[in-house]
């Protein structure tokens, strides 16, 4: 009998051990259905033994081992180990966060691969296979000169079997050999970007690509990409958006052909998912482009990591197990012993850190590549002075006028969507409020709702003041379907589209949108954050920016590095081809070294103005922070719960600062109320040792109506 060691997926901190009688060393990695209470669950094999806690007579039997996909590697196995320890929860969580949900369930999937190949062990087989085995060594022989389709084998025991011991393996019809479509010379930065990296081909090395806009990046890393390809690897390539990849998609198919690249994305239905996973685990697939989640794709050849827009917050999971992709990429391309590319035009403070003190090379493109492209003019607009009307000053207003008399695109970009962020009544003070969240209700015009951003909840916009009856309900200030309207009316010959995502939230709608702009479809451009966000419209040569200062005074010490990144992305826009560029920043703030260095395009001197503040005020990347939260009915609860957990954490906290539990920011969720405590180290090490014991003492901590997590490398207070 043997004990089968498993990771499901239960929110308790260990593994659970059943008993098996057929199991052995060679299921590591494969999934198990067992039984878990009344239920049947999906758990991951990770250990093979005899040991076991638990005496062997209380231990279950263990059901199924499927055999329906190739077993996870133990590099797969050390990346979710290292995932669990790193952001402090339970391993079987991790493993099942990674997993497709396709995988998670007790059922064996369906479909037969594309084609099979012979393993080593089944070539080592075939030359000591007695002449009994006649099925299996028939089928051996068939694949010995190289992969088959599988319609040639039928589904038989002997095949199974075959299978079962990894002597004949799933695959797909293989790549052609990769020869990259070459558009243009490569500018001598390029040249310099991708002989430096090509270089590091086989070995780790981290890489900073630091570029302006329009510099080429996507241009160096898919000249690696090809390499790394031709080489056998496997590549993978993280964006920060899902609205990013079709256009990604289509540049690679183009400047590839032929070559099998899967993307993976929240937005895949389950068994697209599941399919374009298990491409990627078979090796069959040589591209992986996807979001955050694709950073735990099986990728048995992985040759090169590439994160592009590495600054975006977007690349850190938000709940359940709460890691950072770009983190986690840089960690498997260390274990993988594979280079890793940063790519962005704003760093993220950190990765700026690491850059200058040498950890990651660093690569720079201070130019735009295509020949006469160059960076737009960045003019401030001062709102004190020229005093904008339904939010356009007449600076801006004239400039749209010019654009659009040039036959050229404009953009205006406003990050708050909705038509109003609150509608409020001016005879009482009422205002529009979520009952669940510390939060307005945004007016939502198009569809005629009242909605909170934070939670979902919606309701219809009253007729009149539900505290004082009156019927002169206002909306007060401005998001994106208000200046829509607002420049609809102002310029009537033009065609406004608004890009934010309510209009892009079907599938298929930014794709319509992308087209209709690239086309020449439309004039004004309207929208929010989504713009900054690498998109290449050759066509806009005026950037509008409305409303930035709210960010100069938020209490969030990460806003200005955000605003910064944000304006300077959507700056990045403008006059990408031919034609130049100029962007007007509306201020009351003109002399705010934000702007100032917005107008100068220098990334560098202010991240060193903003590193500066930093270290003074003792915040990342200066020091090392986790957060513990907890949620309840009642903030007196969710304070109670912090008190005692800060109560039991472990005495001995070597350079471990612990501070008192306060509100966050956002206080009330979703009807829950959320406070946190703060731990602050100059040192990771002793940090992670510290919220490992923590952690442990946390679950047993009794926690009745709380619930809590640890957050570490928080970037929400
Ligand atoms: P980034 O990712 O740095 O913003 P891209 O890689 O998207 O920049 O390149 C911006 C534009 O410049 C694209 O249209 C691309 O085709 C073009 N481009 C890139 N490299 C070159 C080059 N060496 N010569 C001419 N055009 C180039
Ligand atoms: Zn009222
Ligand atoms: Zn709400």
Redesign the pocket.
Known sequence: MKVLRLALDVPLPRLFDYRSDAASQADIGKRVVVPFGARSLVGVIVDVGVDTDVPLERLRPAGRILDDMLPLTRDWLQLAQFAAQYYQRPLGEVIHTALPPRLRRPRSLQGPPEAYAISDAGRAALATLGTRARARRAILELLVDGPQSASVFPPSAPLRALIREGMVVPESSPDPVPTLVEDHPLTPDQVVAVAEITASLGRYQPFLLAGVTGSGKTEVYLRCVAQALARGGQALLLVPEINLTPQLQQAIAHRLPGVRMVTLTSALAANERAEAWLAAQSGAASIVLGTRLAVFAPLPRLALVVVDEEHDLSFKQQEGVRYSARDLAVYRARAAGVPAVLCSATPSLETWAHARAGRYQLLHLPQRARPGSRLPTVRVVDTRTDVPVEGLTSTLASAIDQCLARGEQSLIFLNRRGYAPVLA??????ASGCTRCAAHLVLHTADRRLRCHHCGYETAIPR???????VD?APFGRGTQRLEQTLAARFPTARVVRIDSDSTRRKGQWERIRESIASGAADILVGTQILAKGHDFPGVTLVGVLNADAALVAADYRAPERLFAQLYQVAGRAGRAQAPGEVLVQTRFPEHPLYQALIRHEFASYAETLLAERRNAGFPPFVHEAVLRAESDDMRRSLGFLGEARAIAPEQRDGVALYDPVPMTLARLSGRERAQVLAQSSSRRALQSFLADWSHALYNLKASKVRWHLDVDPIEF
């Open positions: 009544c001016g005879a009482c003070g009422w009149h003041c539900p505290t004082c009856g009156n309900l």
